[in-house]
């Protein structure tokens, strides 16, 4: 179970914290990702990490928002973060946290639970 929060109303060019909280002891071996769904638009990937084993782990970000964003997770805090910079009024949508423990699954973007989601409005 996951539970997302840190969304609200700014304007273009501030910066926002997203978190998500994963009711899991053992969220240090789940591979994590933040999707957003603008109004009317599909789903789309933000960002994701990928566990790889130990302590190590793999950021990905999709390419319009590698620049502005930045993925972590707080393992110990069962928490993952979304840091989202210079925001624009097109980064306005819901954003979801979601996880899975299969590898497969996150590189075809299957993942197995979501966030309820939390709203990011950023006005002009």
């Known amino acids: 179970q996951l539970q997302a929060s840190g969304g609200g109303l700014v304007q273009a060019g501030d910066s926002l914290r997203l978190s998500c909280l994963v009711f899991?002891?053992?969220?240090?071996?789940?591979?994590m990702a933040w999707f957003r769904q603008a109004l009317g638009k599909e789903r789309d990937f933000v960002a994701g990490?990928?566990?790889?084993?130990?302590?190590?782990?793999?950021?990905y970000y999709a390419d319009s928002m590698k620049a502005r964003f930045t993925m972590s997770r707080d393992n110990a805090k069962r928490t993952v973060y979304l840091h989202m910079n210079k925001l624009q009024p097109e980064d306005t949508a819901v954003y979801y946290c979601?996880?899975?423990?299969?590898?497969?699954?996150?590189?075809?973007?299957?993942?197995?639970?979501w966030g309820q989601g939390t709203l990011v409005t950023v006005s002009s």
């Open positions: 979601a996880a899975t423990r299969s590898a497969n699954k996150f590189y075809s973007n299957n993942f197995d639970s």
């Open positions: 899991e002891d053992t969220v240090s071996s789940y591979h």
């Open positions: 990490s990928k566990w790889n084993g130990g302590s190590s782990y793999s950021t």
